[in-house]
């Protein structure tokens, strides 16, 4: 079993599929609002237009592995396991290219309820706990999913897994170059030993780019919050990079499970789609203004440029005999 897709819903569905069409050397299928990795699946994100949501996350395996069929989760958040309904051909391998989605990881009121229904209803095995988050597993893969501790339920985010770590650093540079600086990375994860960048992309959303997930056969002794603790000022094992924790907590807030967003008032539907469109809106403007200052720069040099041409001509008139 694994990780098949994850359904969104968000505010400009363009500039959500340019990032992962063109920023992270994706092919797009149907029409542009479905992307796909390299794998043999038919897609890893799709798009729709609308209010920031999730609308559907879903793991694919045998008949065995997902009962014969779907099963969505309570409360109509649609989580559900399925046997892949369309079969596809993979892609040639890119070390651009993301290869399959690593996991997702939701933010939960009650992590507790939440590990409970992901082992009894779907088979899920519990690999880590700590202070903060659970990990499960659905394959010999440390985590497809994590519950974080939030006081809420929404999207935390969505993990693309990479060929290796050249690929997830080669990815850093091609998104900062697209304006889409990292807000937390590079760096190496404790549970899961994963190498991994963290960006919030245009629509609004975090993203994470990653590899070398380490792997838990049935002998791996579940990891308790003791087993992870970090000396003070480190939150990875490398410590090379510092966390946007303003930028990354507002994405992380962003995109809540549709029925839930269909229950809320009005006045709050608006207050979290105008969090979303404002973050949005705010990074547009940095690569804007990171534009037009490459432009500027470009037009100082070539004044500068011919200014020292300009010179040197003067100068050679003056020593002509």
């Known amino acids: 079993m694994r990780l098949q897709s994850v359904d969104l819903r968000v505010p400009d569905v363009d ?79 890119a070390r651009d290219r993301p290869v399959r989605l690593s996991h997702v990881v939701l933010n939960s009121a009650d992590v507790d309820a939440a590990e409970r229904f992901a082992t009894s209803q779907f088979g899920f095995r519990v690999s880590d706990r700590t202070r903060h988050m659970t990990f499960l597993r659905c394959s010999r893969v440390h985590h497809c999913i994590a519950y974080a501790r939030a006081g809420y339920a929404s999207l935390n985010h969505v993990a693309f897994e990479m060929a290796d770590v050249d690929g997830v650093m080669r990815g850093i540079g091609r998104l900062r170059d697209a304006g889409y600086p990292c807000v937390w990375g590079p760096g190496r994860h404790g549970p899961g030993n994963n190498v991994f960048g963290y960006f919030v992309g245009p629509h609004g959303g975090l993203v994470e780019y990653t ?102 001509r003067s100068c050679r008139r003056t020593l002509r005999p």
């Open 15 to 93: 500039a959500a599929a340019t990032l992962l069409r063109r920023g992270m050397g994706s092919d797009a299928a149907s029409a542009g609002t479905r992307l796909r990795g390299s794998d043999a699946l038919p897609y890893l994100v799709g798009l729709e237009q609308g209010e920031p949501a999730i609308r559907a996350i879903t793991f694919c395996g045998t008949k065995e592995e997902t009962g014969g069929g779907a099963r969505c989760a309570a409360r109509g958040r649609a989580l559900s396991l399925r046997r892949p309904s369309e079969r596809v051909e993979p892609l040639p391998a």
């Open 211 to 312: 590899t070398e997930v380490s792997e838990a056969g049935d002998d791996y002794r579940v990891g308790a919050p003791e087993d992870w603790k970090w000396p003070p000022g480190r939150i990875d094992q490398w410590g090379v990079s510092a966390k946007d924790t303003a930028r990354t907590d507002a994405a992380e807030r962003a995109f809540t499970w549709q029925s839930d967003r269909e229950n809320l008032s009005q006045p709050r539907r608006r207050l979290l789609a105008g969090a979303a469109s404002s973050l949005a809106l705010q990074l547009l403007a940095r690569q804007r203004s990171r534009s037009r200052r490459q432009s500027a720069r470009g037009s100082s040099c070539s004044a500068r440029r011919e200014g020292r041409a300009s010179a040197r």
